[in-house]
């Protein structure tokens, strides 16, 4: 995310990445411009790294010509893990009543979210009550290195389980797995379903 307080400049092609040193391709990165807001431009990019140390540099300029540079120095780790596992909301707020959601369409609604450190083989998220009943699976989830959000959808889980029920109000685990050769990760996390 790019920010000033002056508005950055998005006219121009004024705003520049570079990799390591060597220039980014405008092609290989997205710029979300909103001209009712340029003081905060975000940029998207995918990044596909070997392991070892990284930089990042941004450039750009703000409205008034005033240059500016940012260096993000990075690690790549060659360890195999998930890391920052999620959902939101959390709780998940039902229809109607005191925990209904601010938006409509996301009631009773949630998404998952974890980074993989590594390629993945194959990524699956489980939901279990709280006796250790499971009650939906998620199979062929993202397995890229990087951030994934699942359902992918406007959406998001509605809360049902295998069987098409709505899951009752309560306290939920949630466990990703994740598979890369002979290695195996697990990490589990609390929801709760308020409806």
């Known amino acids: 995310?790019?920010?000033?307080t002056n508005g950055i400049d998005v006219i121009d092609n004024s705003i520049s990445l570079f990799l390591d040193g060597v220039p980014i391709p405008e092609k290989d990165y997205v710029i979300?411009?909103?001209?009712?807001?340029?003081?905060?431009?975000p940029i998207k990019y995918q990044l596909s790294l070997g392991k070892g140390i990284?930089?990042?540099k941004v450039q750009c300029r703000d409205l008034n010509g005033h240059p500016a540079n940012r260096d993000i120095q990075f690690t790549v780790n060659d360890k195999f893990d998930v890391i920052n596992l999620a959902n939101?909301?959390?709780?998940?707020?039902?229809?109607?009543?005191?925990?209904?959601?601010?938006d409509p369409k996301n009631e009773g609604r949630t998404r998952?979210?974890?980074?993989?450190?590594?390629?993945?083989?194959e990524v699956t998220i489980k939901i279990y009550t709280l006796s250790g009943r499971l009650v939906k699976t998620f199979k062929n989830l993202p397995v890229g290195v990087g951030y994934h959000e699942y359902p992918r959808s406007v959406y998001g889980w509605d809360c049902k389980d295998d069987k098409g029920y709505t899951l009752a109000n309560g306290v939920y685990f949630y466990r990703i797995i994740a598979k890369k050769g002979n290695k195996t990760i697990e990490k589990t996390q609390k929801m709760a379903i308020l409806n």
Do not use: C, K, Q, W
């Not at 909103?34 to 905060?40: A, D, G, V």
């Not at 707020?93 to 209904?100: Q, S, V």
């Not at 998952?112 to 083989?121: C, I, Q, R």
């Open 1 to 4: 995310m790019l920010s000033d």
């Open 32 to 41: 979300s411009i909103n001209l009712e807001n340029i003081n905060r431009i």
């Open 54 to 56: 990284h930089e990042l």
């Open 88 to 102: 939101y909301p959390n709780p998940v707020l039902g229809a109607g009543g005191e925990g209904a959601a601010l």
């Open 112 to 121: 998952f979210t974890y980074v993989l450190t590594d390629g993945a083989d």
